[in-house]
């Protein structure tokens, strides 16, 4: 087969980190090439290379494309050969039409008029050919996160892709958008096009890669071809990682104790829709020394409940009573809601958790600035202090607390957020998917973050979309599905099948319930 792409030894220096270390990655015509790493590892570094965005001359190392060395000075010289990176966060206008999005800075124009007859024609047959059914006039901001990833995907094909990049375009999508995406990249491939996927799913790197290269510390470890059987979740994760994990999930000795926290009759409107309850009386409790998770869909209201909880920063005409360590607790407000015993981490830590211009001791104390202040006045040792401490409890891999946030990796992210509000000492504390996004590795520390809290007496909520990270980490799980909680299940009952089958089970109820009163 073909070579398309072959990067040679490349090698990137930032002040004081060499993030890339003699590298080499090869790329066949007509593969779909995955790259695994740690989150830090280089991978994004990599790419960045690749597209242009570090222009050569700026890194050591030879790029090979369709057999010509490669001197990208920018993006559009990258995608002028046919290299298209679609990034995590996807780069759409939200109020821009599909249309528009799709061809934004490479209109179709005569006379330097844009021809609407000819971008809306091409626009059809770009969306036909992901599987997009809607309108090409219709708004990017009224579609889902899945079908945003697909017009991403349009555009790039606009572009007449050689290369098509894709970093972790799954991580914020449900399962059927998932497997439709990889769907898409299977019938892309068998159409020609070449894929490189980076991707923390390695359930999904298994599905459609043909080959795996591997980089761990900057370096490259190692490079699997699936169709010789050398691809296995073991494999790579021992590659990633540099050991074997014996156990995806660490070992607790399960000890629940006395109900911390209890929660009664909790609803909740949608603030733009308040006509019904989206939040439906949900009722539930948390002990000592537990984990519970809570399960379901995306759009089952679980983000929403957990933050119309956390001082009201969700919904309208919210009701409902709580109760933490036996007092009625006022979480009527953020602040308050604080200072009652409740934290609640967002999914979301970029746009709501963190302020990523500033540095790591700026935002561990965000949250509880009375706790390094005196006389309403911060002291900026007493800060330093704390943020130095919590680097070194929640094992922050980075030089020093200056740090901005932005530089660091998403897993390093993720522990700085968990660090912010830790430091309010929370007697409840609610992770929402708080391993997206990052590595395996970094995963099992974010579990064994969990496992402490639980064995210091705390009370520990976690959402997640991962059904096998729920089963493995939880005490009870609670199904939740069209805004209210449909089960409740032990660690020793639970199982993917009973938890779908829950889910199921409550939208056949609704829809029964929809007909009847449409018939009166």
Not at 160 to 183: C, F, G, H, Y
Not at 252 to 258: C, K, L, Q, S
Not at 299 to 306: K, L, P, V
Not at 417 to 433: A, G, H, N, R, Y
Request: charge should be negative; proline fraction near 3%; include cysteine.
């Amino acid at each position: 087969m073909t070579v398309l792409l072959e990067m040679q030894g490349i090698s990137k220096t930032f002040p004081g980190v060499r993030a890339l270390d003699n590298v080499t990655v090869q790329v066949r015509e007509g593969e779909i090439h995955a790259i695994c790493g740690e989150n830090g590892a280089g991978k994004s570094t990599l790419m960045k290379v690749l597209s242009g965005v570090y222009p050569h001359g700026s890194y050591e190392g030879t790029i090979l494309f369709a057999g010509q060395e490669a001197r990208f000075r920018g993006i559009h010289d990258s995608e002028a050969a046919g290299i298209v990176i679609i990034h995590q966060e996807l780069a759409l206008v939200p109020l821009l039409s599909i249309a528009e999005n799709i061809f934004l800075g490479n209109e179709r124009a005569k006379g330097g008029v844009i021809d609407w007859r000819e971008t809306y024609r091409r626009t059809e047959a770009l969306l036909a050919k992901v599987g997009l059914t809607e309108a090409p006039t219709k708004p990017v901001g009224d579609l889902g996160v899945g079908k945003q990833q697909l017009v991403e995907i349009a555009k790039a094909l606009s572009k007449n892709v050689r290369l098509l990049i894709l970093d972790e375009p799954t991580a914020a999508l449900q399962e059927n958008d998932s497997q439709k995406l990889l769907n898409l990249l299977l019938e892309l491939k068998a159409q020609g096009v070449t894929s490189i996927i980076i991707s923390h799913k390695l359930n999904e790197v298994r599905r459609v890669a043909d080959r795996v290269t591997v980089i761990r510390d900057g370096s490259t470890v190692s490079t699997l071809d699936a169709h010789a059987g050398q691809v296995s979740e073991e494999r790579i994760i021992r590659d990633m990682v540099g050991r074997d994990l014996a156990h995806r999930y660490p070992e607790r000795v399960r000890n629940p104790r006395e109900v911390l926290m209890e929660v009664s009759g909790w609803s909740a409107k949608h603030p733009e829709h308040m006509d019904r309850d989206f939040i439906r009386n949900i009722g539930f409790n948390v002990r000592k020394g537990e984990i519970v998770g809570i399960a379901g869909l995306m759009g089952s209201g679980r983000t929403e409940f957990a933050m119309s909880l956390f001082g009201r920063s969700w919904g309208k005409d919210i009701r409902g009573r709580v109760r933490l360590g036996g007092q009625e607790a006022d979480v009527s407000t953020v602040p308050k809601a604080i200072e009652a015993g409740l934290a609640y981490v967002t999914e979301d830590r970029k746009a709501l958790g963190l302020i990523l211009e500033e540095p790591i001791v700026t935002n561990i104390s965000l949250a509880n600035l009375a706790g390094v202040s005196k006389g309403g006045v911060l002291n900026d040792a007493t800060e330093q202090k704390v943020a130095t401490r919590y680097k070194a409890a929640m094992n922050i891999r980075t030089p020093n607390v200056f740090q901005k946030v932005m530089n660091l990796s998403g897993g390093n992210q993720q522990k700085v957020l968990l660090s912010k509000l830790l430091f309010t000492e929370p007697q409840v504390l609610i992770l929402d998917e708080p391993t997206r996004g990052i590595d395996v590795g970094a995963k099992f520390e974010i579990y064994g973050i969990m496992n402490k809290l639980a064995d210091e007496g705390r009370g520990v909520v976690m959402i997640s979309s991962e059904m096998p990270e729920l089963l493995g980490m939880c005490d009870r799980i609670y199904v939740m599905a069209e805004g209210a909680f449909v089960g409740e299940l032990t660690a020793a009952e639970a199982s993917q099948e009973k938890i779908m089958s829950l889910i199921v089970r409550e939208h056949e109820v609704l829809e029964h319930s929809e007909m009847e009163a449409a018939h009166g």
